[in-house]
């Protein structure tokens, strides 16, 4: 589109009124209720060259406009480009300090996807960080019998790990506890990865063949740090809603989407292409990669709890009330890493 301001303002206005009303807009719907200032003429003039530039389309030859993808791109552009920052907490933020309990991250992801899928009436969604970007607070070791230990990982923000592990040796209680004590002395602070290598680093120390305690600590840390899941664990809700606002939506395109979030890694790996840093990303229609999800849009914002970067978001059709979705994802970003920061 060139620079001219008149049909911008006409796209804009075409653009709005369409996702206000699901139907095709005529010219004249434009002229007496968009305040343009144009003419009759003027607009449909206009309509017919942002057509021509692929930013419309006709459905039938007697009925009004509807907005491409490329439309939408251009009027979330816009959007984008208005956007001003959020001065204050918001109703969301309120809400979510009230329904969070003490295991902040573990009830704060399932409630963001829960709040942006109802307020959205699409799919909500919220991916943890990294475990490889956690940083380690602290570690519990619980006998669950002679030979097997159940180890509990706590990164900070409340991120919790669990895995079960097999111990060459029968310990007692105060053994796992002093073991516990000691790893969480030497390694608390530092990120997982980091604590996985400075575990190895020690393993060949001279001392570890002279003290019982620092000999047992460093393998159960050995145990600890090893083989914990890389994928990013990712929170999904709403997608039953997609059923009932299924304009234009085939039931492969519905089944493709249900089978993305029913196999969460897919989300995820789908998010990571798309999200080459910190901020917003809105992802529209056609420039899906996928072509099943190509009647929907995705918003996705990055949030930081202070030790790695995570993601919210929604998944909806097309036609969705852009502002609205973008302000909410924005909104839920900011709120997840102020309160996340907080705790940690």
């Known amino acids: 589109m060139d620079g001219n301001d008149r049909s911008k303002r006409v796209l804009a206005a075409l653009v709005r009124q369409y996702i206000a009303t699901g139907e095709p807009i005529a010219s004249a719907v434009l002229v007496t209720s968009a305040g343009l200032g144009v003419s009759s003429a003027t607009v449909r003039h206009l309509l017919v060259r942002l057509e021509d530039e692929g930013y419309l389309h006709q459905p039938h030859t007697s009925a009004g406009r509807v907005p491409t993808d490329l439309g939408y791109r251009f009027y979330v552009d816009l959007l984008l480009e208005q956007r001003r920052p959020r001065r204050s907490a918001s109703r969301l933020e309120a809400r979510l300090r009230r329904d969070t309990s003490a295991s902040m991250i573990d009830s704060l992801l399932p409630q963001v996807s829960h709040v942006l899928s109802q307020a959205s009436r699409s799919v909500g969604f919220a991916v943890r960080p990294a475990n490889e970007a956690a ?44 073991a516990a004590n000691y790893l969480n002395a030497e390694f608390s602070g530092m990120p997982l990865n980091r604590a996985r290598e400075a575990v190895l680093e020690r393993i060949n120390e001279e001392r570890l063949l002279y003290d019982a305690l620092l000999a047992r600590a460093m393998r159960l840390a050995t145990s600890t740090f090893s083989d914990l899941p890389d994928e990013q664990e990712i929170y999904v809700e709403g997608a039953a809603s997609l059923l009932e606002a299924s304009e234009g939506l085939t039931l492969e ?40 999800l190509r009647p929907f849009s995705l918003i996705a914002s990055t949030y930081d709890d202070g030790s790695g970067i995570g993601t919210v978001g929604i998944i909806g059709p097309t036609r969705m009330h852009y502002s609205r979705a973008i302000a909410m994802v924005d909104d839920a970003a900011d709120t997840v890493s102020r309160v996340l920061r907080e705790q940690n």
């Open 253 to 292: 395109t519905l089944h493709a989407l249900v089978q993305m979030i029913e196999e969460k890694q897919k989300l995820v790996r789908l998010l990571n292409e798309y999200i080459d840093g910190p901020g917003l990303t809105v992802v529209i229609g056609a420039e899906h990669q996928e072509p099943n």
């Open 135 to 178: 940083v380690f607070d602290r570690v519990e070791f619980v006998p669950l019998s002679s030979e097997r230990v159940l180890v509990v990982i706590v990164a900070r923000g409340g991120h919790v790990i669990q895995k079960v592990i097999n111990v060459a040796e029968s310990l007692q209680a105060d053994d796992l506890r002093e």
